[in-house]
């Protein structure tokens, strides 16, 4: 080896006791006295790639990334693709180092490519870095002219004394102020900077970094007003953004900008893949590295993920971190809180009296910004709340992580057209120097001004885009194909799937008949042969809502008047549509009947339970089939890290993967109602939501889901769980049912206990308790569900409950003697006082008598509340003015937090939030609707068929066939004696497994595939004038190699 090289060995060896000792941020300050020692440590080895290559990458490498104890034992390392993107990234980050200048751009990998660690790796990189200061704005030398008049004329005491005002909180302020209020008669304070020099040393440990901060935004103003003459330095965007980020706090940070439903896929891929401790302020610490907006310090948060509410940090704890981690909803939040707080212009992000009002995120100067799915930025228009407000944040770097960076149907029409105008958003948000800035804004800009200047700035940059690129483009001229191609070579870096052997999907499709009632088959011909139809033939067909038809008794007569007139409004258009279809024949009026009546609540609800049915039978059959092959392998660490690293072979392969399903749908209602199938056929444990809701309950499901574990304390009271979601557990939330029984005892019961609500049929019973429950209230609900029906619970209620003590589920209950020592005497004396009224009582043994069959007790409910509300702690009610509560026993308070293992194997997800997920340990996805859209359909797909599956994911559309009865459907063929036949009707789609696209059948797929342009065989030429083609010429170069002798080779080929 060279020297050089010996030298870059060494670094290699020592490298990580070099860390243990300096932060990295330390470390890049060092200075090198070598230049042959300087050159050699520009690259460093990278001898960790997943195709046993060693590779040239920058210094100082990826420290800390795929080398935590569980990714060691598994050899984890980064592909040669990501090593590629990355290289890419480093240049276009570096390309140019001048302030202002364009670094950063769109890593547009495809979905499943491993995006996220690729950024980590090119965060950790760069660690401890700073970002470049702006230039000073102001003539050195007129500031010191100036400064030496100001020095001796009592004068200018004002304007001195308004630079420390922040500092004025200070036990030493007014000494201060003394000794630098002018004039100096003595040599104090020769220049400018020494005055500065003397306040932060002898402020530095009296007063919060805060007000220093401060202190020095107050000189760098105060220096701009000594130098007057530079004002056309301020008239030119340059200009005005220099001045403006000056005023910020530079920091190494990196702002990471995620979808919500992405918050738990950030924290559980660092926290999996990212050794914290390697970035700690000292040894072993791994505190202060990572920021999770809603959870806090990485290091001590808890999963599955507990996400609260919670306001940021004060911008001087956030400087301190490595990465800050923040999900859209936090940057809409912050807009309308910056809106409400300023009379003016929202976007002047400069805040109050010296920036004090504006969000910690508006007063940094970030290193790096990095928007994940940020096609949202090009998908919304500038002047979008998220997006108007991630568009000012100030950075050196800025990056987009999207695999579809264009949206949208690639076959569609106006794909090229909407994608363009797409990509020039983009450019907007990294600032390009061409279409994302211009040089002809008015003093108000992006950085310092109101909004009315932005937006003529905006429609300069995208009038440009227009006549440079996109209407030469569309017209298909060279000229906008090769301006479009340089600009994205510039700033997109794009791997496409068939650069990287994964495991192939298994697309299948699952088919669910419907059956047509025969009395709704019987209405439809009755009114084709007669040719007429009446009102009550739309309540015999269920067309619309059943409850347009039946009004509520409970309602006002105005809220009855308007419901008759939206029924009799909703009836006139059915008649208008339906008439209108008779006179285009019989076959068009049977059609749009049946049409309706499949439109119907009712019918649509028997087509959730069918495929509810149908994927509930289709689980089970995979978890048998599983057992039968040795059961599931709990720990994945005995089986390979990625099949696209093992060559994954169908022959040899055993897939003891654990069962994992997740239901998708693009309905909310349709898959509320599977999921409320699912309820009632698997435990609740089961199952995991990804539904709209709040981010906290949606980073907890997730975690449950990847996990197949939760987290709570056990009521040490009545032993039931309470899931802990980052809020401090104090009472028991569960349920508890006060009852009565025919002797007169009253006691406290659980939920589970309750084995049915007692019917009309069985009020005449001679030991039968309270009235009894009507049919109708569980709504189609049998009684025995009685006791998940918390909704329908009424006081009196006649129920019969399991009142074995012990019980086989659940713990022995107290003895009286220990509550007793638990102040139960107390609790007696509040229910005597309140006459039973109260919310006092306790959960002591249950009555028992051997003559009696306890399996089976009838009983009344008399109230019901949380357990802790029953047991409610000694304390002085100011409101009620006495004293309440009576509990002096253990709470949740005292019990330890508990990790309990669950066996989730279900995910509803919601078609909206699922961009972005890591569901790479996911085996089975069920659409519960055909995804034509190849670009969608991709993008689901990829959820789970992406890096780090460990075997293929099974993607079923369920698909939903209505069936009529015979004598309908005869009727039916004769009045179109052209129909196709039913079975044709059903022919099975085909899915390309290259570009998603949809076929009839198999055959029409299998001849694309030879043709798809998607296909690396393939020879097919895309048209050239389509943004595909576009991106499929865009390559990274592939990473440096390096040869036997340790000698750099440029032109190595990727494998």
Known sequence: MSNSNDLLDLFLRINEATLDFLTLHDFYQLRSISKRTFSALKTVEYTRCRDGCDYAVPFPAYPGILCTESDRKLGAGLFTHQLASLAAMHKAENNSVTFGSLRGGILGDAPGLGKTITMLSLIVNTAGLRPVEPKEFYDKQTIDEHWKLMRVNPVFRTEILKSIKPLRESSSYDELARFVSPPYTDDRFPTLPSFERHVNRNMANKVPRAQLELFRRNVINFKAGLDKRNRRFFCNEKGRRIVF??????????????????????????????????????????????????????????????????????????????????????????????????????????????????????????????????????????????????????????????????????????????????LQRLLLFLRHEEYGTTKVETLETQSSGSSSGRKQGKAKAKSEWDTMVKIPFLNQQDAGREELFRVLREVMVMHKKEDIGLPKPVFKQGEVTVHIPQEVGSHIVNAVKTGGIFTDTYEKLTIGHRESYHEDPNSSESDRQIQRLIRQRRIHLLKEKISHAQKLGAKTFFDTLLNEHIATTDFQSKVDTCQGEYIENAIKRERK???????????????????????????????????????????????????????????????????????????????????????????????????YSGKELSGCKNTLLEVSDAAGNVFLIESERILRAIGKEDRDRADCVGNPVEMNR????????????????????????????????????????????????????????????????????????????????????????????????????????????????????????????????????????????????????????????????????????????????????????????????????????????????????AICEHCYRSFDNITLAEEHEIRCDRNPDSSAEVPLFHLSSVYRDLRPPPPMGIGACGDVESDTKCP
């Not at 197949?708 to 009521?715: I, L, N, S």
């Open 245 to 422: 980020e000056r005023n910020l706090v530079p920091c190494s940070t990196t702002l990471i900008i995620v979808p919500d439903a992405l918050l738990e896929h950030w924290a559980e891929q660092i926290r999996r893949h990212v050794k914290l401790d390697v970035f700690g302020d000292f040894p072993g610490s791994d505190a202060g590295v990572v920021y999770i907006d809603g959870v806090g310090d990485l290091s001590s948060a808890r999963f599955p993920l507990n996400h609260r509410s919670m306001e940021l940090p004060s911008l001087f704890e956030l400087v301190n971190y490595l990465m800050v981690v923040v999900p859209f909803s936090r940057i809409k939040q912050q807009y309308y809180l910056r809106k409400r707080r300023r009379k003016e212009d929202v976007d002047d992000v400069t805040g109050g009296e010296n920036g004090t009002e504006s969000s910690p995120l508006l007063q940094m100067r970030w290193f790096r910004i990095v928007v994940d799915e940020g096609h949202e930025l090009g998908e919304n228009e500038a002047g979008n709340d998220i997006t108007a407000f991630i568009n000012v944040l100030a950075a050196e770097r800025r990056w987009v992580m999207s695999g579809t960076p264009t949206t949208g149907d690639e076959d569609s029409k106006g794909f090229n057209d909407v994608g363009l105008t797409q």
């Open 625 to 723: 089939e599983l057992e039968g092959r040795g059961g599931a392998i709990a720990d994945l660490n005995s089986g390979p890290l990625t099949a696209a690293s093992d060559h994954f072979s169908a022959k040899t392969f055993i897939d003891r993967r654990p069962v994992k399903a997740v239901v998708y749908s693009s309905s909310s209602s349709n898959l509320l109602d599977v999921l409320e199938y699912f309820y009632d056929k698997f435990d609740n444990a089961n199952i995991a939501e990804m539904m709209q809701g709040n981010i906290d309950v949606m980073a907890y499901e997730l975690g449950r889901f990847r996990l197949g574990q939760k987290e709570g304390k056990f009521c040490p009271i009545c032993n039931g769980w309470n899931e």
């Open 778 to 989: 569980l709504g189609e609900a049998p009684l025995n569900k009685y006791g998940i029906s918390k909704k329908a619970w009424k006081v009196g209620d006649a129920l019969c409950i399991d009142a074995r003590d012990p019980h086989p589920l659940f713990r022995a209950r107290l003895s009286e003697e220990q509550w007793a020592a638990y102040g139960s005497a107390r609790c007696k004396e509040l229910v005597a006082i309140d006459g039973g009224e109260g919310v006092d009582n306790y959960f002591g043994p249950l009555p028992c008598e051997e003559e009696t069959n306890y399996g089976q007790l009838m009983v009344s409910l008399r109230k019901w509340q949380p357990c802790g509300k029953f047991h409610g702690k000694p304390r002085w009610n100011h409101l009620r003015k006495k004293q309440v509560g009576w509990y002096t026993g253990p709470t949740l308070v005292h019990e330890e937090i508990e990790t309990v293992k669950e066996d989730v194997f279900i995910l509803a997800l919601d078609a909206s939030l699922a961009h972005g997920l890591d569901l790479s340990f996911v085996t089975h996805l069920y659409l519960l609707e055909p995804i034509d859209d190849a670009a969608l359909l991709e993008q689901v797909t990829s959820r789970a068929h992406r890096l780090g599956a460990t075997g293929p994911v099974t993607i079923e559309t369920v698909n939903v066939w209505h069936e009529l009865d015979p004598s309908t459907k005869k009727f039916r063929k004769q009045i179109a004696s052209n129909l196709n036949d039913e079975d044709q009707k059903r022919t099975s789609t």
